[in-house]
């Protein structure tokens, strides 16, 4: 954040550009076998010329590759207030302990016998997420928060087959990630979506019209994506019982619950949790990542295998016995470094540390709302759970909320989730893990652009001001990347 809004970066060379002729980074030992001669490759094997690598010093390199990496934003050294998705900064003990020989150069084909103390660490993360969840039992091995939405639903669907049940039709609010409706399609039903009332809550009376003896589920995410807790949970959860239908809850909020309240008791079936949101394991990049799911008792059957279990002569290994089980739905056990990660994370906090993430969590959201609330609208009232929304309205500009989180980028911050899930706005989640001072920089950021904005306007519609690039083509820079130097 040191870096002064409307100062241009210094834009550096590419390494091709770097250097000059003779200058080498590597020293290879010589040769002990005779060289090859060009002529005895055949013909079509032969290129014609050197290839054009760049001759550059090791030093140059070093000092290029640096340059690069602090062009990067990431949580270690950016503020990243992304909204509904947790980026909270993650911490390096985790990092030690999944980085112990004892659990980085596992094989999953290892013995049990050899592999005890991994096998006890992921019976004890097990009966740990159960006990937050508030639920029976939880299995491990889903690979991500969605791939843990379709392993939920496949028990919910397999517990309605044991009920000679067919049942077609997933209800989600208008508020629901869209993983939601995703994961119902992937698991071959319909999804439909139940309205919500202007403060955020879901509509009951829309509900109970649409639940009914077809109704698989529904699938609902609390604290929501308007950042509100729906405190009708229990009703919701009744509703739906009376139908024979399960409560699937989507665990991408827990963070704003964590040690406050747990899910099953107020009457959830099914969720999944998401470790890299929740218990701080590494996000983004596709993976590697974890969704494990935790499921009510008389779901308890319908479990993946095989599930790592604690034998009765004190031992750990694996139980694939379960008739009813919906199968694998990993190879081997699941992300176990992952796992290993967030298992350090619940044990390093402790169930005081972990009711103090959502404290913190809530407290430093409605600080933002409240220090926003005069120079942004906030559509929806407080008080807010971990992540809230703006709406920037300036009358006599056409600056959107896009202008506003390119700005961001100027003055060091990452720029938050927009336009969902309302149209024209600003998601903001500060997480837990940053400070006042951080918040305070946030504001700051925030009242200088709004003054921008009044002041003027195109400053803000035409940032980035400091970045190696202004405004791209969007559309074109992810569908036709161009990252790679091609030369003249």
Same mark, same amino acid.
């Given at each position: 954040m040191s870096r002064v809004p409307g100062t241009r970066q210094v834009d550096h060379p *590419?390494?091709?550009?770097? /250097?000059?002729? =003779?200058?080498?980074?590597?020293?290879?030992?010589?040769?002990?076998?005779?060289?090859?001669?060009?002529s005895d490759l055949p013909t079509e094997l032969r290129a014609e010329a050197p290839p054009a690598l760049p001759e550059v010093g090791e030093l140059a390199v070093v000092r290029h590759y640096k340059r690069l990496a602090h062009r990067n934003f990431s949580v270690d050294a950016n503020f990243y207030p992304l909204g509904s998705c947790t980026m909270k900064y993650n911490p390096r003990i985790n990092e030690r302990v999944a980085a112990m020989s004892g659990f980085a150069h596992l094989h999953p084909?290892?013995?049990?016998?050899?592999?005890?103390?991994?096998?006890?660490?992921?019976?004890?993360?097990?009966?740990?997420?159960?006990?937050?969840?508030?639920?029976?039992?939880?299995? *491990?091995?889903?690979?991500? /928060?969605?791939? =843990?939405?379709m392993t939920g639903l496949m028990i919910i669907n397999a517990y309605h087959r044991s009920r000679g049940e067919h049942r077609q039709k997933v209800l989600a609010p208008d508020t629901a990630h869209g993983t939601n409706p995703a994961s119902c399609a992937v698991c071959g039903r319909d999804a439909c979506t139940v309205r919500s009332k202007p403060n955020g809550r879901v509509d009951l009376d829309d509900l109970r019209a649409q639940v009914d003896e077809n109704t698989v589920a529904m699938m609902i995410t609390n604290p929501n994506t308007c950042g509100v807790f729906d405190e009708q949970i229990a009703d919701i959860a009744k509703i739906l019982h009376a139908k024979g239908a399960q409560l699937y809850f989507d665990g991408a909020n827990m963070n704003a619950v964590l040690g406050m309240t747990r899910p099953g008791d107020f009457g959830v079936d099914v969720m999944h949790f998401n470790t890299h949101k929740t218990f701080s394991t590494p996000h983004g990049g596709g993976g590697p990542g974890a969704g494990p799911v935790a499921v009510a008792e008389h779901l308890r059957p319908f479990l993946p295998v095989p599930q790592v279990v604690k034998k009765s002569d004190g031992t750990f290994g694996w139980d694939a016995d379960r008739p009813a089980s919906i199968g694998k739905v990993r190879s081997f056990y699941g992300q176990i470094g992952v796992l290993v990660r967030a298992y350090t994370y619940i044990r390093s906090l402790g169930h005081d540390g972990l009711k103090d993430v959502a404290e913190r969590a809530v407290l430093a959201a409605n600080y933002l709302a409240a220090r926003l609330k005069n120079r942004y609208k906030l559509p929806f009232p407080p008080p807010y759970a971990h992540e809230f929304i703006l709406v920037p309205e300036f009358p006599g500009s056409d600056v959107t909320e896009h202008d506003i989180a390119k700005r961001l980028i100027d003055h060091g911050i990452h720029p938050p989730t927009m336009s969902w899930p309302i149209h024209h706005c600003l998601m903001i989640e500060?997480?837990?893990?940053?400070?006042?001072?951080?918040?305070?920089?946030?504001?700051?950021?925030?009242?200088?652009?709004?003054?921008?904005?009044?002041?003027?306007s195109e400053t803000v519609r035409s940032a980035p001001h400091t970045m190696p690039v202004r405004r791209l083509d969007e559309v074109t820079a992810s569908r036709k990347p161009n990252v790679r130097w091609k030369g003249e």
């Open positions: *590419l390494l091709f550009e770097l /250097g000059g002729s =003779g200058l080498n980074s590597a020293w290879l030992p010589a040769s002990d076998v005779p060289a090859a001669k060009p084909c290892q013995e049990d016998a050899d592999v005890q103390g991994t096998l006890e660490l992921l019976y004890r993360l097990r009966c740990d997420l159960a006990e937050i969840a508030g639920l029976a039992e939880v299995t *491990l091995q889903p690979a991500a /928060g969605a791939h =843990g939405e500060p997480t837990e893990t940053e400070s006042l001072s951080t918040l305070d920089q946030f504001v700051t950021a925030m009242l200088d652009i709004a003054d921008e904005i009044e002041r003027d």
